[in-house]
């Protein structure tokens, strides 16, 4: 049966802060000086934490989840591209073609693409997940992108493809999106889960002309002001957010349940962990920010998490490739506290 949002959040156990204490006093004792490994040592408690021992695991099966999903807002003109290119890039990343596969080779990753609501009715390339909900949410400018039922079903159908990736043996979960138009849902979800006025968390997106950034603005708070203020979390993913949003707010409960680490990615999977982090306060965590995204939303969840993304690269794609080059750091951070020598082992 599949778990109900209400399972899943209840899932989700706070992070051992035993073993966090534990990861702490090793890296005090370690052959260097105490704290010179900086962002490096609390990853490595965070690590432990998650795990509920320390020496936590080093991730040698990390998976990235790359949820597509066409966006009605795209109705709007907040994106210089046409939808099409949702379908093209899911066809390209099951082709092995897409950037997210040519980095998730390099750092030794899977990748597993699942189609929550493309807006094609055709057969799927093979090796997509086939988890449509709907084809593609509606206008949010005009209407809720998703019922709160739909919603509800692409929360399960994420957490569904996390669970059964978990099972298979991933022990490392890796965040990732297509979806044309998605910047514009972001940055409502990230201005309505911050307080943030739209103008500082809504950016060019995939290089939408800069002529139009200011009807990108206008459009977030449409949808803002359409929305309401006083709505639970769920119904404000329901109401702003993509279907991709919601499956991935199902993949980070569903890995935090299984205490799985997970890396979040750029804007759009910042939004859906924002949106989850709302649900399920429990759940930050277990949410590692795997890179600070060039987008002007780009720090919204490292705030949220008071903690450093882990890389800054001036990436604005998505797709989880600035998740997916910080795989190697969440190896290197284990590794750290389960291979190094005390300084009094090497000084005798
Ligand atoms: C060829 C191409 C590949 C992409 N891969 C990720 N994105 C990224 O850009 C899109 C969001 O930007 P906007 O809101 O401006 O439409 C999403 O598909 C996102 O994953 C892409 C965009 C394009 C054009
Ligand atoms: O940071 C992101 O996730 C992002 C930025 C631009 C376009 N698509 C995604």
Redesign the pocket.
Known sequence: MTPTVEDLIEAVVAVDAGAADTARKRHAILAKPPGSLGRLEDLGVQLAAIAGACPPPVPSAPVVVVAAADHGVHAQG????PQA??TA?VSAIAAGR??VNAIAGAVGARVVAVDVGTLTTSALPDGVRDERVRAGSADLAVEPAMSLDECRAAVAAGARVAAALVDGGADLLVTG????????ASACLLAAFTGADPAGVTG?????DHSRTAHKVDVVRTGLARHGADRDPLGTLASLGGLEHAALVGVMLAGAAARVPVVVDGV?TCAAALAAVALCPELAGYLIPGHESAEPGGRTLPDRLNEMALLDLRLR???GTGALLAVPLVRAAARVLGEMATLDEVTG
């Not at 907040?78 to 591209?81: A, E, G, I, R």
Request: aromatic content about 4%; glycine content about 12%.
């Open positions: 907040v994106s210089d591209w290119v949702t890039m897409a950037a999106e297509v979806g044309i138009a998605n910047t514009t060019k997106g995939a290089n939408l759009v794609l998505g797709e």
